[in-house]
């Protein structure tokens, strides 16, 4: 096998597994381990993937972008203790924006039982509240995408115009501070590039595999933000860097 199929195999697996590792993919593919990383190594100069200890986890796209399911498999506990540590910034807010993605619809949870108005995009987060008797949710309109099981569009864009919104907590598919926060689809990137408009205040939540990655749509800065809660998988240099930026970086 030449190295461009199989280094089309092993992206493939990136991303219907959700990560690769180099012993496991060497004896898949009968090869050294030392060609596997090399084919590593390449995927990540094309910013396909990114290179973690032992192997190496996709990285999203215009091409790709990664559904529900991969994102409730994905960095799971540490979501959990994301969305536990966010819901915890609330300090008094009666509306709140939840975003599209996995780590919002946690959050959803932590807030059943909450005296709130929960304005979102996101169909999961909407159904996690959906048996709240405290919670009053109201669910942005516009063009369902399949794949997160969101709304986007004018629609969406229409209705946050006419808002103001305590808190809003968003996510992102990738963050550097030279870029700020990017996504793969500029409809998303409205949508929350709107949320974040009509916020008084701003948290974001990610898990430390979306830092130091571009992705192709822009749609806020880091110092947008007053706090950003993620892994204590994130290196403290790193937590360092964006919390000099302005927002305070929580590692839990």
Do not use: C
Not at 8 to 17: C, G, K, N, P, Y
Not at 141 to 154: E, F, I, S, Y
Request: neutral net charge; hydrophobic residues 45%.
């Amino acid at each position: 096998m030449d190295s461009d199929t199989r280094q089309s195999q092993i992206l493939e697996f990136a991303r219907t597994r959700g990560r690769v590792e180099v012993i496991p993919l060497a004896g898949e593919f009968d090869v050294a381990t030392e060609t596997i990383r090399r084919d590593l190594r390449a995927l990540a100069d094309r910013r396909l993937v990114k290179r973690v200890h032992g192997g190496a986890i996709p990285l999203e796209s215009v091409g790709f972008e990664s559904g529900v399911e991969y994102r409730s498999r994905v960095d799971l506990a540490q979501k959990r203790r994301i969305a536990s540590a966010a819901a915890d910034l609330l300090h008094g807010a009666e509306t709140v924006y939840l975003d599209e993605g996995y780590s919002p619809r946690l959050v959803a949870e932590k807030l059943a039982d909450r005296e709130l108005t929960v304005v979102t995009s996101s169909l999961l987060a909407a159904e996690a509240l959906a048996g709240s008797d405290s919670v009053t949710v109201l669910l942005l309109g516009g063009r369902m995408r399949g794949r997160t099981l969101a709304t986007v569009d004018h629609w969406a864009l229409r209705m946050l115009d006419e808002l103001v919104i305590d808190l809003a907590y968003l996510g992102t598919n990738a963050i550097t501070p030279d870029d700020g926060l990017t996504t793969p689809d500029p409809a998303v990137a409205a949508v929350k590039h709107a949320a974040l408009k009509r916020s008084r205040r701003r948290v974001l939540l990610a898990a430390h595999s979306k830092f130091g990655i571009s992705n192709f749509t822009r749609f806020a800065d880091v110092a947008d933000f007053e706090a950003i809660v993620t892994g204590t998988e994130l290196p403290l240099e790193d937590a360092r860097r964006y919390e000099a930026l302005g927002p305070h970086v929580i590692r839990v």
